[in-house]
């Protein structure tokens, strides 16, 4: 299980920090990663990091301004938002996968974000 936290309503220029900590021990084998869904529009990838270690990779749009973390100790996983815009508005997830795998098989519960122009 992942359960989310962070999110809220912030200005745009504004920073926010979301977390995602897993229920239990996440192993080298797996990936976390971020993704949004605007309403009316598709998911969207944010990013993801592999457990075990790596540059984590970033979709154009946030490349610059978001920042994927982990803290093992505590099994989770942050995205670091900086420099909001409005278009960052939306629900944010967070998931994870095997490595050898393309599906996202365990999905947080989403947090919403809002950034007022």
Do not use: H
């Amino acid at each position: 299980e992942l359960v989310q936290s962070g999110g809220g309503l912030v200005q745009a220029g504004d920073s926010l920090r979301l977390s995602c900590t897993a229920s239990r021990r996440i192993g080298s084998g797996y990936a976390v990663g971020w993704f949004r869904q605007a309403p009316g529009k598709e998911r969207e990838f944010v990013g993801e990091v592999f457990w075990s270690g790596g540059t984590p990779s970033y979709a154009d749009s946030v490349k610059e301004r978001f920042a994927i973390s982990t803290d093992n100790a505590k099994n989770t996983v942050y995205l670091q938002m900086n420099s909001l815009k409005s278009e960052d508005t939306a629900a944010y997830f967070c998931a994870a996968r095997a490595t050898w795998l393309r599906r996202w098989d365990y999905w947080g519960q989403g947090t919403q974000v809002t950034v007022s122009s």
